[in-house]
């Protein structure tokens, strides 16, 4: 365990903001849980955070660098809640266990999956998630959680609903020793798929075709949810914007999915620059650092976009990235 004072995050937000924690605390496989005194905030990589001001409090992380703690059975995987996710996803394809490459080059690390419940181009991380093992830092325990314990959602989660509550230090997923190709989305049409790896190389160049760069450009990935409306609200917008794409029923609620990303582009967004944080020009869904933006820039842009997509459509868009 390693514990830092006084320390900038800017390394540990994928957005690339500048700002510090009174204290951090890096957990390796293995340590025992620190005493911890305040206000907590426990972070993965930081992918789908946009802090505002300085955290006056307790960071937890986990190391990244542990794909020794790996271990499975069959096609049973679990892996240290640190790891990268996609470092993670190319050991099971050299492994011969198959489902999460849909999956690929999403930022984030194994614990967010559960957290979040990650999701792209069909797939989600509670298909594959059998359990999850944590640490109540409120109570003080190990605790082990099963799929269905953990209330997964579109983008969410029982331990989202508890922030700074839960560490979670393993996931376990069940996987396939065959490979079926998910191309249920329709952007994965035409895609190479004669292997999970080609399959996955192939995601993974579509993704950054449409992404900025983290070396070039802070961001969160996807900013907003993509929101889900009732049948008369949707059949009124097809009505009214025939260009509008198709959406995605959802039986078990009898609502509809639709792109946020083509909300904000017709709202005019995409492309467009407020202060020093932007809108991708290659994917309205996306915001980023434009030049060393502020969490209060980037906070600005967001509300501005919802206030307008609001008054055009109808529609609210709630965040996915969460702001500190």
């Known amino acids: 365990m390693k514990t830092y ?8 937000n994928t957005f690339g903001i500048d ?14 849980m620190p005493p911890l005194e305040g206000d907590v905030l426990v972070i ?25 703690s790996l ?22 394809l050299d492994h011969g266990l198959y489902g999460l490459e ?7 690390t194994v614990g967010a999956s559960a957290v979040q419940n990650v999701g792209a181009y069909g797939a989600e991380a509670k298909d594959f998630i059998e359990s999850v093992e944590a640490y109540d830092l409120q109570e003080r325990r190990h605790c082990t959680f099963s799929n269905a314990d953990c209330h ?13 509550r839960y560490l979670i230090l393993r996931v376990t997923y069940r996987l396939s020793r065959e490979f079926v190709p998910n191309l249920s989305y329709k952007a994965l049409e035409g895609l190479p798929h004669d292997t999970a790896q080609q399959l996955r190389e192939a995601i993974t160049e579509v993704r950054w075709r449409k992404l900025p760069r983290p070396e ?8 907003f949810k993509n929101p889900v409306v009732d049948e008369s609200t949707y059949l009124r917008l097809k009505a009214e914007y025939p260009d509008m794409p198709d959406a995605h029923s959802l039986p078990a609620s009898g609502g509809y999915k639709l792109s946020a990303g083509w909300l904000i582009d017709k709202a005019g967004w995409k492309g467009r620059t407020q202060g020093r944080a932007g809108v991708w020009p290659k994917n309205a869904l996306v915001l980023y650092n434009a030049d060393g933006c502020s969490g209060d820039e980037v906070r600005a842009l967001a509300q501005a976009i919802q206030q307008d997509v609001k008054q055009k459509f109808g529609v609210a868009l709630d965040p996915e990235a969460i702001i500190i």
């Open 19 to 32: 700002v510090k924690a009174r204290r951090l605390v890096m957990i390796e496989p293995g340590d025992e």
């Open 71 to 92: 271990s499975y059975s069959n096609t049973l995987v679990t892996a240290w809640g640190g790891m990268v996710m996609d470092d993670l996803i190319q050991w099971t």
């Open 5 to 12: 004072e006084n320390i900038s995050l800017k390394p540990y």
């Open 102 to 108: 849909n999956l690929s080059a999403i930022p984030g």
């Open 44 to 68: 993965g990589a930081g992918s789908n955070m946009v802090f505002t001001k300085d955290y006056d409090g307790t960071v937890i992380t986990l190391s990244h660098s542990v794909t020794q």
């Open 216 to 223: 070039e450009h802070g961001s969160a990935g996807s900013f």
């Open 152 to 164: 997964f959602a579109y983008r969410d989660s029982f331990f989202k609903h508890h922030p700074g």
